[in-house]
């Protein structure tokens, strides 16, 4: 089965298969040949590592800019270079959409957006790898934090049979004494007992 790695989102040959570029995880298996659209040398070297054929295909490059004739030089060529900037913009945005960025050929707005959104990817990236480092945190301190509410909240197993026995020989001698009492005021509260 020939597979094509495109990121395009129109003009799909309903004879062939195809796979979002920007959303590869890893090869598959059935693939006898590959064909990747634009820049993506993981694909390229993972297919070729497991023996099937790849064939790189350059992403098509914004069309000709065309300029009205009769207009003078500077104006031809302000045009030309405006209308190549948007479809250099184009192209970035529709790769955005697409899920991957892509870094344009020409355009001065373009290549600067590309490397501002570069910067903010980086940014968010180590944002996402700081915040998940902090939930592992939060939650190894509301784990501890259990613990130490449950072991505030049961006496240790040697003190409940020693409380347990304090509160038979109060009972026995009808004392009144509080249910959460501690086990040093139950001791106190049995050595003011009278002695028999």
């Known amino acids: ?34 064909v990747v659209v634009g820049e993506h040398p993981d694909i390229v070297a993972a297919y070729e590592a497991a023996g099937v054929d790849v064939s790189v295909v350059e992403t098509p490059a914004p069309s000709a800019v065309s300029v009205p004739a009769g207009l003078p030089d500077a104006l031809a060529e302000e045009i030309a270079r405006l209308r190549t900037e948007n479809g250099a913009l184009i192209l970035l945005v529709d790769g955005l959409e697409a899920g991957e960025i892509q870094r344009p050929e020409v355009g001065e707005i373009a290549l600067r957006l590309f490397g501002v959104l570069g910067t903010i990817h980086t940014s968010v990236g180590e944002l996402t790898t700081e915040r998940d480092g902090l939930l592992v945190t939060v939650d190894t301190l509301r784990g501890e934090v259990e613990v130490l509410k449950k072991a505030a909240i049961t006496p240790p197993a040697d003190d409940a049979g020693e409380i347990a026995a304090l509160k038979a020989k109060l009972d026995d001698a009808k004392v009144p004494y509080r249910a959460n009492a501690s086990k040093e005021s139950l001791e106190k509260l049995v050595a003011d007992l009278p002695k028999a």
């Open 1 to 34: 089965m020939e597979l094509i790695y495109t990121n395009q989102l129109e003009g799909f040959d309903p004879e062939k298969r195809y796979r979002t570029a920007s959303l590869f995880r890893g090869i598959e298996r059935d693939a006898t040949a590959v």
